[in-house]
């Protein structure tokens, strides 16, 4: 089936640094999605992109939608302890909610 | 307050012991989806709904079963659990807009359940 690749995997940072993590696909995507976990909650939504080359900001968080449909990045500015998390793009490539897969995460963590 | 939740929040089960939990929505979703999380795995859609008496399998439906006989409620449901399936379990829920399930997800806050 499809499949999204999210890397890194796992960040140790520290605080003040800046954040970079993406996402590929072998496929044409209509939509990417960024996610944040926190410890013992479920993800809650962070950006949303809909468009090829679309460039969104959400305070610190900016992320892109590929001009290829096919990948999407997010950048954490100046990151602070509460960073911390896992952090899931997800991509829907057929219009229908029932598309919607996941990366399996980048865990970042951040030394005060 | 907008929200998904999803009971129980931890649950220690024995292998073949039928077992249900439930999700509920108050934003009148018509879209509903349940995910299994695993270390290493990310998120692994096991069911989902486009609207009552609407479901279908995801990825990983084996050993699950769901209904939709409400739109409010989406229960899962483990007719005899096995130890393969402990896992931390997400329902999340959206709206549609116009033909398409566009809009993104909400989820719960999980369920995390143990099988010995």
């Known amino acids: 089936g499809q499949q999204l690749n999210q890397s890194p995997q796992s960040m140790f940072i520290q605080e003040g640094e800046d954040v970079s993590m993406n996402c590929t696909s072998s496929s044409i995507f209509n939509t990417w999605l960024w996610y944040k976990q926190d410890p013992g909650e479920g993800p809650v939504l962070l950006i949303a992109l809909y468009k090829a080359g679309e460039l969104t900001s959400n305070g610190r968080l900016t992320a892109q939608f590929g001009i290829t449909r096919k990948d999407s990045f997010l950048n954490i500015s100046a990151s602070i302890p509460s960073d911390v998390g896992i952090y899931f793009c997800a991509g829907n490539y057929g219009g229908s909610q029932g598309n919607l897969i996941f990366g399996k995460g980048t865990k970042l963590s951040v030394k005060p | 307050e907008a929200q998904v939740t999803q009971n129980p929040r931890y649950l220690i089960t024995v292998t073949g012991k039928k077992l249900t939990v439930t999700c509920s929505q108050n934003?009148?979703?018509?879209?509903m989806s349940w995910y299994r999380q695993d270390p290493g795995l990310g998120l692994r859609q096991i069911y989902y709904?486009?609207?009552?008496?609407?479901?279908d399998k995801g990825d990983v439906p084996e050993g699950y079963k769901v209904s939709r006989k409400e739109k409010r409620n989406f229960p899962l449901i483990l007719e005899s659990p096995s130890p393969n399936q402990t896992s931390l379990y997400f329902c999340?829920?959206?709206?549609?807009?116009?033909?398409?399930?566009?809009?993104?997800?909400?989820f719960g806050n999980g369920t995390r359940l143990t099988v010995t």
């Open positions: 709904s486009m609207n009552v008496e609407v479901t």
């Open positions: 934003m009148n979703h018509e879209y």
């Open positions: 999340a829920s959206s709206s549609r807009q116009g033909s398409s399930y566009n809009s993104p997800l909400h």
